[in-house]
């Protein structure tokens, strides 16, 4: 058995400074082991007890009878180190360390963190700064959270990993109250070892595990969730995640607009959406959307039918369903027919979605009949029964005809109960119906049952040691940044460097037509914000610009420009926004969007973790708001995006490559030609660490 395996599912437990006194919360683990029906052995360790709950108490942890599986030490800081180090010298295999006053503290805690963890040894460590685990698929409970003290937890096929303690307190009470069961629930806390990630890839191996919901505020190892999503889903079993800190900004002091655009919730978002994850847009979304995915239905599309008896309601949750991008067609003319038939009612009143049954009341028959109907309409991916305050009075009828025909189809069917009625929530919950109170819960649900398409995960490309060899730390100039985009075929405009205002201008007649005049500078990233760019110049106007130019820098107090650039005026193209990011905690993200001066203003952007396939660099061109603008918008001509597609490829194996120098990067203006006249890079930015 492994380590993890050992923790989660132990023959026997040792707990360390346990209480007689089953008040305290020291008292509590063994109290708890007890109450749920472990039968392993339970071995309390207190120098001033002979027995605990009746059970004999042990003076230290080299009186143990032998090397425990696993281990809850209830110690303070100042105790627990030498407590992890002899459980490790005693073999056992996991120890959970609760105490607080670690790395969540302090740099003094971070070091008594660091001591704790090498303590430890080759034993493997939970916590510290949690509330340990339960499982009860077994019924192991090895916590002190006050949560065990309700009796009706329900098992179910839902495990939960969170980095809070409390939360995952605070998730148990509440499906204990909502009649939602769970597998296994842990606390992972301060991660000094055993991480979220790994407890999620453990978990997803679980046979009792079929959705896994993640309280997370934080990734310790990227890679290691990535894999374990993947996996999730080649086995079909559902990831949740609500993920707190959004509204952090994200935005640093960034050199380029890339890194301001890319905030750190919008990089967590893309993870979640390239590796099949569903996240949870709100705290009652984390346990709403695993219950009904434990139901083991998803949706084939988006079209769900409406059966509600109080016509209030449906227009309620239809209204909240349109909200959330969730079709809610009129029934077919077949099943038009069909319900008109069952009700006895005309079909020009009885052919709308929601379908009301109101006036029909709550006969058993006829109920049964409408759902049905519904589900074996081709026309829908799913049901939900709006259940009004008629069936308080027969909440069984009501139950029944649901589960009865939620068993004859494979489409997911909801329940939402209008009135205030938790009874019934948890009664058909109970039932395997997932029941919810209130419309947007229904929506948010909804929504997450739709189809997940997994976008292809190709190889990374290997970085290339000397192809950032030479280059200084820091910025590099905007001729130096696309010479590296060009090796990479991302194709840039016509351009010279000149060292003065008369080699400006010689270029300028060299280039021929008007060209476009920048101050070359490593140290200055937005030169148009000191009028450091002049657009449209003939080659007679060019020496004249680079005197105002030097003037105007030197007014705004920025360093002397090492040099001129000389550019061809690039006409006719769509302004984007290519972009390289190094997110500090995911790692490299490509960013694409609407670009120019005022690509920060407009937001129209959209990003991908790197690795990408050619197939997702074409999707992120789609999900543009400014996607018809390159499709050809009024009239005007569409615009080249394959080669607008080929650069984001070629600028995206350029950061592979550069490896883990490379901070940022990016491209603005990228124009985009019109079909078959190509892409151009008429500015680059490029920052190495």
């Avoid at 609500?242 to 935005?251: L, T």
């Amino acid at each position: 058995m492994s380590a993890l395996g050992a923790l989660l599912r132990p023959r026997s437990v040792a707990v360390i400074g346990a209480s007689a006194d089953a008040g305290k919360m020291t008292g509590r683990p063994v109290g708890y082991l007890q109450k749920y029906g472990f039968a392993g052995d339970i071995w309390p360790v207190n120098p001033r007890a002979a027995s605990i709950a009746g059970l004999p108490c042990y003076a230290d942890i080299a009186s143990l009878p032998a090397a425990p599986d696993a281990a809850i030490v209830l110690l303070g800081p100042e105790r627990a180190e030498a407590a992890v180090r002899d459980l490790s010298a005693k073999g056992c295999q996991a120890a959970i360390v609760l105490a607080s006053g670690y790395g969540e503290a302090n740099e003094d805690g971070a070091r008594r963190q660091q001591a704790l963890k090498q303590a430890a040894g080759p034993m493997r460590l939970l916590g510290p700064n949690t509330i340990g685990l339960v499982n009860l698929t077994d019924r192991m409970m090895l916590s002190a959270t006050g949560a065990l003290e309700v009796g009706n937890l329900a098992t179910g096929r839902i495990s939960v990993v969170s980095q809070s303690g409390g939360i995952l307190g605070s998730l148990l009470s509440r499906a204990a109250d909502r009649g939602i069961g769970f597998a296994k629930l842990v606390s992972t806390g301060n991660e000094a070892d055993i991480d979220s990630s790994e407890m999620i890839a453990h978990l997803v191996e679980d046979e009792a595990t079929d959705v896994i919901a993640v309280y997370m505020e934080g990734l310790r190892r990227p890679d290691l969730f990535q894999r374990a999503a993947r996996r999730a889903a080649e086995l079909g079993k559902p990831v949740v995640v609500y993920k707190v800190g959004r509204s952090e900004s994200g935005a640093r002091a960034a050199t380029s607009h890339t890194g301001a655009l890319a905030g750190a919730d919008r990089v967590y978002d893309t993870l979640f959406r390239q590796h099949g994850v569903i996240r949870a847009e709100s705290f009652t979304d984390l346990l709403d959307i695993p219950a009904a995915l434990a139901c083991g239905r998803r949706m084939r599309g988006e079209r769900v039918a409406i059966l509600t008896s109080t016509g209030g309601a449906g227009t309620l949750l239809a209204d909240n369903c349109g909200l959330a991008g969730i079709a809610v067609p009129a029934p077919d003319a077949a099943t038009t027919g069909r319900l008109a038939t069952l009700l006895d009612e005309d079909p020009a009143a009885i052919g709308r979605n929601p379908v009301d049954v109101t006036l029909a009341g709550l006969r058993p028959d006829l109920f049964r009949g409408a759902i049905d109907a519904l589900l074996d309409s081709p026309g829908y991916d799913a049901a939900v029964v709006v259940i009004g305050s008629s069936a308080l009075a027969t909440p069984d009828i009501v139950a029944g005809a649901i589960v009865e025909c939620q068993a004859r189809s494979d489409k997911p069917v909801l329940a939402y109960v209008s009135p205030h009625a938790p009874h019934l929530v948890r009664l058909l919950n109970g039932q395997g119906i997932a029941a919810f109170a209130t419309p947007e819960s229904c929506a948010s649900v909804l929504r997450a049952l739709q189809p997940v398409v997994l976008p292809p995960l190709p190889a990374p490309v290997a970085a290339d040691p000397g192809l950032l060899a030479g280059l200084p730390a820091g910025n590099l100039n905007e001729a130096e940044s696309k010479a590296l985009f060009a090796r990479f075929g991302v194709p840039v405009a016509r351009e010279q460097v000149a060292a003065d205002a008369a080699a400006a201008a010689e270029a300028a007649r060299a280039l021929g037509g008007e060209v476009v005049l920048k101050l070359l500078s490593r140290a200055i990233a937005h030169k148009s914000d000191i009028g450091g760019v002049r657009v449209g110049l003939a080659p007679e106007q060019v020496a004249e610009a680079c005197a105002t130019m030097l003037r105007r820098a030197a007014e705004a107090g920025a360093p002397a420009p090492e040099r001129f650039l000389v550019q061809e005026r690039v006409r006719g193209g769509i302004e984007m926004i290519l972009g390289f990011h190094r997110d500090p905690q995911l790692g490299p993200v490509i960013l694409l969007g609407a670009g120019g001066v005022a690509a920060e203003l407009f937001q129209d952007t959209t990003l991908r973790l790197l690795p990408i396939a050619r197939a997702e660099a074409e999707a992120m061109v789609e999900e543009l708001k400014s996607a018809p603008l390159l499709r050809g918008y009024r009239g005007a001509p569409p615009a080249d995006i394959p080669a607008l597609v080929d650069a984001v490829m070629g600028f995206a194996a350029m950061a592979g490559a550069a490896g883990e120098r490379l901070l940022e990067a990016e491209i603005n203006p990228l124009f985009v030609l019109p079909q078959g006249q190509g892409a151009r890079a008429a500015d680059g930015l490029v920052v190495l660490r």
